[in-house]
C-alpha cells in the first residue's frame, strides 16, 4: 500500500484515459498531474491561442487543487511545458494573474504536444490538519 492518498476529481468529471491519477497527497504535499485545457466534462479544447489554453489549464489546475484541499496560494512549484517557445510571454502575462508574489518557483520547457499549446503540472505545500 503506498505512504501517499490519490485524489481524485468529482464523479461528473470522466477518469484519465491513461494509468496515471489526477493527482496524489503524499503527507503535507499535493502533487497535480499535467493538466491540459480540455474541458474536464466534455473534453473540448478551450481556445486556438495560448493565453486563453493558459487560462483553462490553470482553472483545471486549481480545480484539482481544490480536490485535494489547496488552493493556488498553497503551489511552491509549478512546470510549464509549451509546445511553442515563442509563447512564453503570453503564458507568462496569464500566470501572472493567477499567481501573487511570492511566486512558486518555476521551470517552463519546449515540448511536443498532440494538439495543444501547454499543458501545467504543480506541487502544493498544504499541511494535513489532524
Known amino acids: 500500500m503506498p505512504a501517499w492518498t490519490p485524489i481524485h476529481l468529482p464523479a461528473d468529471v470522466p477518469p484519465p484515459k491513461g494509468p496515471y491519477t489526477p493527482a496524489v497527497r503524499a503527507g503535507d504535499f499535493v502533487y497535480v498531474s499535467g493538466q491540459v485545457p480540455r474541458d474536464h466534462a466534455t473534453g473540448e479544447l478551450a481556445g486556438a491561442d495560448v493565453a486563453t489554453q493558459t487560462r483553462k489549464t490553470l482553472s483545471n489546475v486549481q480545480r484539482v487543487l481544490e ?20 509563447d512564453w510571454s503570453a503564458m507568462n502575462a496569464v500566470y501572472a494573474e493567477k ?3 511570492p511566486y512558486p518557483t ?22 494535513v490538519r489532524p
Open 67 to 86: 480536490q485535494a484541499g489547496a488552493s493556488l496560494t498553497d503551489v511552491v512549484s509549478v512546470t510549464v511545458y509549451l509546445a511553442h517557445a515563442d
Open 106 to 127: 518555476r521551470t517552463t520547457v519546449g515540448a511536443e504536444l498532440r494538439d495543444i499549446l501547454v499543458e501545467i503540472s504543480v506541487t502544493a505545500y498544504r499541511p
Open 99 to 101: 499567481f501573487q508574489p
